[in-house]
Nanobody
Framework: QVQLVESGGGLVQTGDSLRLSCAAF????????MGWFRQAPGKEREFVAV????????YYGDSVQGRFTISRDNAKRTAYLQMNSLKPEDTAVYYC?????????????????WGQGTQVTVSS
């Protein structure tokens, strides 16, 4: 069982930066990949980024490639999402997710644990 708690959301302007954090609380020492998804009103939940347990590999959704960076600090059991050059279309609730799977990491169904979400609003 893993509990995920996101923080760092807020209201920013176009072109600004924001960093989200996801703290993981787990009863086991299983090695989890950590992902970020987002969901705008009336839209499906969208893959943003994922990072493997080792931190060696990371993957991004097409809409954020080159602007967002995912990282993690396993000693702190925390994953981060650095978001630069934010656009109004980045406005959404951002969710942190965790999984022990090694495939299907770009889809919602690939994850077992989810945080409660944090709102990011980018004004034009």
């Amino acid at each position: 069982q893993v509990q995920l708690v996101e923080s760092g959301g807020g209201l920013v302007q176009t072109g600004d930066s924001l960093r989200l954090s996801c703290a993981a609380f787990a009863r086991t020492s299983s090695r989890y990949a950590m992902g970020w998804f987002r969901q705008a009103p009336g839209k499906e939940r969208e893959f943003v980024a994922v990072i493997t347990w080792s931190g060696i590999r990371s993957y991004y959704g097409d809409s954020v490639q080159g602007r967002f960076t995912i990282s993690r600090d396993n000693a702190k059991r925390t994953a981060y999402l650095q978001m630069n050059s934010l656009k109004p279309e980045d406005t959404a609730v951002y969710y942190c997710a965790a999984t022990i799977r090694q495939s299907g990491l770009g889809s919602v169904s690939g994850y077992d644990y989810w945080g409660q979400g944090t709102q990011v609003t980018v004004s034009s």
